[in-house]
């Protein structure tokens, strides 16, 4: 019986499978095994997240070689070309849209390939030393594509845009230090802060310094009274500030130095409350000291687009500098005709000054005494900033040299006999840097090879070099394209790309810096041919639209390179069958055209 009982008391004590204790244990068991199968999980995706990301990174990184190769899918003969990925790797990347209409047009056996945006029908000859004739030389100079888009910044209507308001708040003056295009930029910013403070402007004073060796005032660069009355409707502008207040001592201009692209709201109410305390205020510097994107809204807007009526409209050269320009653009389109290009020019700005490549710390091409020359200037002139030398060029901060230049024009397709108007003070380094892209188009002018020495006088005498400056502005405005060497703070840049957009999208190549120094110098190592260097060229220029809207990337592109869309209207025939502005977010009827619109051509 105890034996017994003893059986039947263990049987009591040991638990059943799958309840009691043992369940509680399996289950804690399955609970252990799920939440490592979701660490493991989310392990995995973590993983898979961290690949992609990479991945991601790599493509923005290396995005333009891939996208190059891919452009140079094909030969010059139209045959296809092996790219040099993997087999399963090469199924899976479809050709750009650029490449399938060279693999269209390759298909039907006779080697043509689909024109470019900005090309004719018969495409861009290959090679810069091949003579181009007929449709050939026509389809290299790309036409304006302005999609219904016309300037749209003069003299607004009085309900939409009223008069200063009340009396005013007191006299602005400013100084516009740097050259002639930032000094422009400066003018252009000081007529909006005018309107945001109700003040009225003292014709703004222009810096003079020793590396400009320029004394010139406003009155001896631009028209006064013509910019004094374009903007009546907007500003109180005054030449000088009246007797009373320049005797006044106790009226003395209180000295303000504004931030860095300070924001509108710095104006109305920092600079605006010691205006109205003191009666006026001497803004200095004033060189990028108004942001360039002010905010949204239909004010914005407005102040945008008065920014494009000073700069477009109300400021207009001198007429010496008219007449001098004049002079060269006509010497420039029979000089062109008697070498067989129809009377176009490429104007090219050579932003390869002492300058410039002190402010970019652009050293390592020199030799050890010019480097050591660079920068004892950088250090006397700029701010002090520690640069990776070797990185400069790489990404993108360099100008190109004047070499790069010529072989980016001619992987264009342009022909060595096309002329080339060259604007920018003197190429840092001499003969040694010219001599390649002399060679490479031999028909390279300045202002001073086809005006005599009578008429430069007249720009280029004692103090008077930024009237020299104002000829090359005038001139690269209206050549048939315009090509900068540096697009980045360079304010001359800047103001002819954003002037040749006004004036109807007039085409201009812009070179991605960075993504071209990665063609050039694998060129240079001779990783790539001939053949597909003039392609992978092409790919990166066409990253821009040469010469129809585009929107501002980013916020990285100045409005005054691009001040599209705010200083534009869209003719409503085109804008019915338009897409999208996306840059401001703004709808197409908010854009398009007034019946009565008929502003005229903007004045250079």
Not at 570 to 582: P, Y
Request: net charge positive.
């Amino acid at each position: 019986m105890e034996v017994g009982g003893g059986v039947r008391s263990a049987s009591k004590k040991r638990p059943e499978p799958g309840s009691g204790p043992e369940r509680r244990r399996s289950g804690g068991r399955q609970r252990k095994k799920i939440e490592m199968l979701q660490i493991r999980y989310r392990r995995r995706r973590f993983l898979l997240l961290l690949a992609l990301l990479t991945l991601v990174a790599l493509f923005a990184w290396f995005g333009d070689d891939i996208m190059s190769r891919l452009e140079a899918v094909l030969s010059s003969d139209g045959t296809h070309r092996r790219l040099l990925l993997p087999r399963r790797t090469r199924s899976l990347i479809p050709p750009p849209l650029a490449t399938r209409s060279l693999l269209q047009a390759g298909a039907g056996g006779d080697g043509a390939r689909a024109p470019a945006q900005g090309e004719g029908e018969g495409g861009a000859a290959e090679g810069g030393h091949a003579h181009t004739h007929g449709r050939e030389a026509a389809s290299l100079w790309p036409e304006p594509a302005p999609q219904g888009w016309v300037a749209h910044a003069g003299v607004r209507e009085t309900g939409v845009w009223p008069a200063p308001s009340g009396e005013s708040n007191g006299f602005v003056v400013v100084r516009c230090n740097g050259g002639l295009n930032q000094q422009r930029s400066a003018i252009c910013n000081a007529v909006v802060v005018a309107r945001i403070m109700n003040a009225t402007l003292v014709l703004p004073r222009l810096d003079t310094n020793e590396f400009w060796n320029d004394t010139s005032g406003f009155a001896t660069v631009y028209d006064v009274d013509h910019f004094i009355a374009s903007l009546a409707p907007d500003v109180r502008i005054v030449k000088d500030l009246p007797p009373e207040v320049a005797a006044d001592k106790r009226a003395k201009l209180i000295r303000l130095r504004p931030p860095r692209e300070a924001p509108v709201q710095w104006y109305e109410k920092e600079a605006l409350r010691v205006l109205r305390r003191r009666g006026g205020v001497y803004l200095t510097p004033f060189a990028h000291r108004l942001a360039e994107e002010l905010g949204n809204g239909s004010v914005a807007l407005e102040l945008q687009r008065l920014r494009c009526r000073a700069n477009f409209h109300a400021l207009r050269f001198h007429p010496a500098v008219h007449a001098l320009a004049g002079t060269v653009m006509a010497r420039m389109r029979a000089r062109s005709a008697a070498i067989g290009m129809e009377g176009r020019f490429i104007a090219v700005h050579l932003r390869f000054e002492k300058d410039m490549l002190a402010f970019a710390g652009c050293f390592s091409i020199f030799s050890e005494e010019q480097q050591a020359e660079l920068r004892a200037y950088r250090e006397a002139n700029f701010a002090e900033k520690e640069l990776e030398q070797s990185r400069r060029r790489r990404i993108g901060k360099c100008p190109l040299t004047p070499h790069e230049v010529g072989l980016t024009l001619q992987a264009m397709g342009f022909p060595n006999t096309t002329l080339l108007y060259l604007a920018g003070g003197a190429v840092y380094g001499g003969e040694a840097f010219m001599r390649p892209l002399q060679e490479l188009f031999p028909n390279i002018v300045r202002r001073a090879d086809v005006a005599t020495a009578a008429e430069m006088e007249v720009v280029e005498g004692h103090g008077r070099a930024l009237l020299g400056q104002a000829v090359d502005y005038i001139v690269c405005t209206k050549a048939d394209v315009f090509m900068p060497s540096y697009d980045g703070p360079s304010n001359f840049a800047n103001n002819v790309l954003g002037h040749r957009l006004y004036l109807g999208f007039l085409p201009s190549l812009r070179p991605d810096r960075r993504s071209l120094s990665r063609v050039l110098d694998e060129r240079e190592a001779g990783g790539i041919t001939e053949e597909v260097f003039g392609p992978a060229v092409k790919n990166v220029l066409r990253k821009i639209p040469s010469a129809s809207p585009f929107p501002r990337r980013y916020g990285h592109m100045s409005f005054f390179a691009d001040p599209w869309p705010e200083c534009f209207c869209q003719h409503s025939s085109a804008s019915s069958n338009a897409e999208g502005l996306g840059s401001n977010g703004k709808t197409r009827s908010q854009d398009e055209c007034p019946q009565h619109d008929a502003q005229g051509v903007a004045l250079v």
